[in-house]
């Protein structure tokens, strides 16, 4: 498959690292990465957004909690990143006609 110039292939490992985007970027990335981890059996992911002031952090909760995917979501723990991450539930993807 032809890749858009630019466009940056991420792995589809449950970390999505959101400090080389744009905030303007941040959403569409975020549902594409959300429905490649759902479709590939990935359960839970980490987004890190880093502390900063915490506009990030919003852009990323607000958008989370419109995606059908997202069962839930809290920020990392400590260990996980503390609130420059948040962790993220997914249901498992229902197939059409099951």
């Known amino acids: 498959m032809m890749q858009k110039e630019g466009a940056v292939t991420l792995p589809i ?13 941040v959403k569409s990335l975020l549902g ?40 839930a979501f809290r920020l990392a723990g400590e260990d996980g990143g503390g609130w420059g991450a948040t962790l993220v539930d997914l249901l498992p993807l229902v197939e059409e006609g099951r």
């Open 32 to 71: 594409a990465y959300i429905e490649e981890c759902q479709r590939n059996g990935v359960g839970e992911v980490r987004i890190i957004h880093g502390k900063g002031n915490g506009t990030l952090r919003r852009l990323v909760h607000a958008a989370l909690k419109r995606m059908p995917a997202v069962s």
């Open 13 to 25: 490992d449950g970390v999505l690292d959101l400090h080389a985007f744009r905030p303007g970027e």
